[in-house]
């Protein structure tokens, strides 16, 4: 799905056949939880360079940052998928560290708040619908924590709330490059209406 809401997108594409070594990707995962979506972004990654990248045999290297409210989560995500690994296929080396903190207030934070940039900013099942005052401000973070042709990815659980944070984001200063409905979304318990992913937004910075 990543794949292809970014197939088209020349300047995203673009920056994921020229990252590597010193020059690694940048993502960052802003309300991560325990992050079980961290192989399946460097699988994306890779499937994405090899697909469209000329044979450079330079392999694709990728720097990722959680963060989280939730200590316990960002335990597990350390335990799970931290520190340093190298993909068995391409050999691309991917570091991985989960901090603890509010997203909300990413520029106070003592490890992100330096001005730091990233390439990819991913909010994965964006939760507007259970304060919009505070996800409006993790919005704001988030697009603020963009390098200039970097991408800000969300995804929702629900048409509503979808919706609702694509009107935010457009507030704030982003501005919308696709949003697909995923037709591979499963289904969530017990919850009508609402799936994995169900939808994915890719936003860029407005030029000021
Ligand atoms: C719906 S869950 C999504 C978790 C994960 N991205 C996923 O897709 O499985 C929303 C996450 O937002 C986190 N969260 C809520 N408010 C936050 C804040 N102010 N700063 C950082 N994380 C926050 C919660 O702890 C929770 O992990």
Redesign the pocket.
């Known amino acids: 799905m990543l794949r292809r809401v970014l197939g088209n997108d020349e300047a995203a594409i673009k920056r994921v056949w020229e990252a590597g070594g010193a020059d690694a990707l940048r993502i960052l995962d802003i ?3 325990d992050c ?2 961290a192989d399946a972004l460097g699988d994306a990654f890779n499937e994405m360079k090899a697909e469209r990248a000329p044979d450079d045999g330079k392999p694709l290297d990728i720097q990722l940052t959680g ?4 200590a316990r ?1 960002i335990a597990d995500a350390n335990r799970r998928f931290g520190g340093k690994r190298e993909d068995a296929k391409t050999g691309g080396k991917r570091e991985a560290e989960f901090l603890t903190g ?3 207030k990413l520029d106070q934070h003592k490890q992100l708040g330096d001005g730091e940039a990233f390439d990819m900013v991913f909010l ?2 964006q ?1 507007y619908w259970n304060g919009d005052r ?1 996800w409006e401000e ?1 919005f704001d973070q988030a697009l603020n924590k963009l390098d200039p042709d970097g991408r800000l990815v969300i995804t929702s659980y629900f048409d509503e709330e979808h919706r609702l944070a694509l009107d935010a984001i457009e507030n704030l200063g982003g501005e919308l490059i696709v949003t697909e409905r995923n037709k591979e979304s499963r289904a969530l318990k017990d919850a009508p209406g609402k799936s994995v992913d169900r939808h994915v937004a890719v936003f860029r910075k407005k030029e000021a």
């Not at 963060?67 to 939730?70: A, E, L, M």
């Open positions: 309300a991560c939880g079980r979506e963060i989280d409210v939730r989560e509010d997203a909300s994965r099942h939760n505070t993790i």
